[in-house]
């Protein structure tokens, strides 16, 4: 029963918050980080991954299956393995996260506020369990609207904009999703005879390698527009900017990594042959998107529509090292899953503290701030040289095993994406140059990082350090789910 709470526990959570704030107007925020906590207590109880799951193999951590619509062979299955517990721990991390960036930030209908956040992780951690996949696809579009209304309401000035594009892209893209697993499952169905969405049964269907093709490519655009890669990444700079800290959070640390978990788990798993056939291309595009997104990035002068970018190329790592497909490459994409979720979450963190403090994301409104601000400056610097791979810290390892996966896979896409280990250096020294040194433009008084901030951001400080010197633990977690994901991708 452990599986199911993790999903229950967040969303009443998130509905103890939406009533809450009739009582104390600060409840909310509170009721969010004892919901958080709690979660936590379920991920880290000693006893709760020591058995396997039953009927499945080693690799699976837990497993719950529920009726839910028999008829048509739906049920409420989920399962854990170490892809999924690592990326629900950086979910309830950051989740904790983004109640800290929000604590004085948003001031009005906090419970409503809390109660989409809560509900947006929850839809997340489900997408991470769920192996039916009319139940995967449910809570796919449970993370959507939580996360429409929090950048439609509590965004900044182009807000509705911003959100308006963010859902249809993903509506449009989820639509793809769903046309891709009802046909899959039609396919089945004329095979056997009996209908099912359950992904262990899906695994050994056969099918015409034109259809394969075309049902891989719905998944593949669903996810990739939630990575985002180019040409589908242009919902997430306006959605970024836009978006409350907190909202920037959450989406950039957490949501974008179910469309690379996708990819892992449903799109060469189910349909091996159709996917390696279309490897060169998804590895061109991710290539083309850490290139062209690094390029676009020192383009910028809004300071969060740069860390935009910035993830954008990132994720064109993790496409192409998902598409090399050998241990190295997916080792790799976890590694700078993770490394990216907590480098990007504090770089929006430091944004919308500067903005709070400053009013103005624009950069050439900045300057001169080391000497007012070194705390704030010092952590900007720290996870600048965080995203940019520096040795000593998770992205380096991450992006380091992807290129080495894919070299042996393709040396020139490999070669043109590690190009832009001399672009992130440009780029981050714009922020740095821009923001921090120079004359001082500001002449009221600014406050430093308060308390609160400095413990949350010294938290992700320390994670980043750990990941980058001691990578093997996550590797060890990682590992039997890579290749039990290796093994199906080659049947």
């Keep these: 029963m452990i599986l199911p709470a993790l999903i229950c526990v967040l969303l009443l959570g998130g509905l103890v918050a939406l009533f809450s704030e009739r009582w104390r107007q600060s409840a909310p925020r509170w009721i969010a980080i004892a919901t958080l906590a709690v979660e936590a207590a379920l991920l880290i109880v000693p006893h709760s991954w020591a058995e396997y799951a039953a009927g499945l193999s080693p690799v699976w951590l837990a497993d719950f299956h529920g009726p839910w619509i028999p008829r048509f062979g739906i049920g409420f299955h989920l399962v854990m393995d170490g892809l999924s517990l690592l990326l629900i721990t950086l979910t309830v991390l950051l989740g904790f996260m983004a109640v800290s960036s929000s604590w004085t930030e948003i001031d009005r209908r906090q419970g409503f506020f809390f109660f ?33 209304f929090l950048i439609s309401i509590w965004g ?153 970018y910035t993830s954008i190329s990132h994720m064109g790592f993790i496409l192409l090292g998902v598409f090399s497909w050998n241990l190295f490459a997916l080792q790799g994409s976890v590694i700078t899953l993770l490394a990216h979720g907590i480098s990007a979450a504090a770089l929006f963190m430091i944004a919308g503290a500067l903005q709070e403090r400053l009013h103005t994301r624009e950069m050439g409104n900045m300057g001169g701030l080391w000497s007012v601000l070194p705390l704030l400056s010092v952590l900007t610097l720290f996870f600048s040289l965080a995203s940019l791979g520096l040795p000593g810290l998770g992205n380096f390892v991450g992006e380091f095993l992807v290129l080495q996966g894919a070299f042996g896979v393709n040396r020139i896409l490999t070669s043109v994406a590690a190009l832009v280990l001399i672009l992130a250096p440009v780029y981050a020294l714009i922020v740095m140059q821009k923001a921090f040194y120079g004359p001082l433009r500001q002449s009221y008084p600014l406050v430093d990082a308060s308390r609160r901030e400095w413990v949350s951001l010294g938290l992700l400080v320390l994670m980043a350090v750990w990941l980058g010197l001691s990578p093997q633990a996550v590797l060890n977690v990682s590992a039997p789910a890579m290749k039990n994901s290796i093994a199906m991708g080659r049947e």
């Design 116 to 148: 989409n956040l809560l509900a947006c992780l929850a839809g997340t951690v489900g997408v991470f369990l769920a192996v039916d996949l009319f139940l995967f696809f449910f809570f796919w579009e449970l993370m959507i609207i939580p996360m429409y």
């Design 156 to 308: 900044h000035e182009n807000r509705t904009y911003a959100a308006v594009k963010f859902f249809i892209f993903t509506q449009v893209s989820s639509l793809l999703m769903l046309l891709a697993i009802i046909g899959l499952v039609l396919i089945r169905h004329n095979n056997v005879g009996s209908y099912s969405f359950d992904y262990f049964e899906l695994l050994d269907t056969a099918l015409e390698p034109d259809a394969a093709f075309w049902l891989m490519l719905g998944f593949f655009i669903a996810f990739t527009v939630k990575l985002p890669a180019v040409p589908f990444h242009t919902w997430l700079p306006d959605a970024h900017t836009q978006a409350p800290t907190g909202g920037s959070v959450i989406l950039a640390g957490v949501m974008l990594k179910t469309g690379a978990y996708g990819l892992l788990r449903f799109v060469i798993p189910l349909f091996p042959d159709a996917a390696h056939r279309f490897a060169p291309v998804a590895m061109t595009l991710g290539a083309v998107s850490v290139l062209y997104a690094a390029v676009m990035a020192f383009a910028q002068s809004d300071l969060k529509r740069l860390i935009a």
